[in-house]
T-cell receptor, first 111, second 116 residues
Framework: GEDVEQSLFLSVREGDSSVINCTYT??????LYWYKQEPGAGLQLLTY?????DMKQDQRLTVLLNKKDKHLSLRIADTQTGDSAIYFC???????????FGTGTKLQVIP | GAGVSQTPSNKVTEKGKYVELRCDPI?????LYWYRQSLGQGPEFLIY????????DSGLPNDRFFAVRPEGSVSTLKIQRTERGDSAVYLC??????????????FGPGTRLTVL
């Protein structure tokens, strides 16, 4: 099955860029996702990337995919205090509907 | 509805008791998913429904866990003979169709289950 790993914690200053990293094991994953979880709120899909892409940009978010190394990263430009949350990398295993999540990276933004 | 709703938001029970957790998906969403999130972990897939049928229940940890979706809308996750290790946040999600190609999964706020 799929195994997804992330670092647990990242602290950045407001206005700096944040880079959250993730590794996965299943090379057949067709999509890879980034989710955001804020305290007391449900999981929110931030962005996703197809496995045949190596980069996707969406406003302040940039996703980089290195399929050879099975490495995914999420860059948040001009990080704001409202970006403080837990970010989960996720990949499908056994089909689109069965998604394996990483342990989450807690992003702390220091004003 | 406006979003996925789950009831109750919190449930405290004693070891050995039976509990039911309810999920109301977004109206018109045919796919429904249950996940379990333990403290400090990411959500763990439990079961997926397409319509009324469980298309994939491979994530259910054992036969104490069961889920139904009799009319293809509301779903109930049932846990028999609860154990302390069942304590977690149970998340429900729905999507218009199956998989990302059919739409993103929208998550509810979860039910926090505590087994004493």
């Amino acid at each position: 099955g799929e195994d997804v790993e992330q670092s647990l914690f990242l602290s950045v200053r407001e206005g700096d860029s944040s880079v959250i990293n993730c590794t996965y094991t299943d090379s057949s994953s067709t999509y890879l996702y980034w989710y955001k979880q804020e305290p007391g709120a449900g999981l929110q899909l931030l962005t996703y990337i197809f496995s045949n892409m190596d980069m996707k940009q969406d406003q302040r978010l940039t996703v980089l995919l290195n399929k050879k190394d099975k490495h995914l990263s999420l860059r948040i430009a001009d990080t704001q205090t409202g970006d403080s949350a837990i970010y989960f990398c996720a990949a499908p295993s056994g089909g689109y509907q069965k998604v394996t999540f990483g342990t989450g990276t807690k992003l702390q933004v220091i004003p | 509805g406006a979003g996925v709703s789950q009831t109750p938001s919190n449930k405290v029970t004693e070891k050995g008791k039976y509990v039911e957790l309810r999920c109301d998906p977004i109206s018109g969403h045919t796919a429904l998913y249950w996940y379990r999130q333990s403290l400090g972990q990411g959500p763990e897939f439990l079961i997926y429904f397409q319509g009324t049928g469980a298309a994939d229940d491979s994530g259910l940890p054992n036969d104490r866990f069961f889920a139904v979706r009799p009319e293809g809308s509301v779903s109930t996750l049932k846990i028999q003979r609860t154990e302390r290790g069942d304590s977690a946040v149970y998340l429900c999600a729905s999507s218009l169709l199956a998989g990302l190609a059919g739409g993103e999964q929208f998550f509810g706020p979860g039910t926090r289950l505590t087994v004493l």
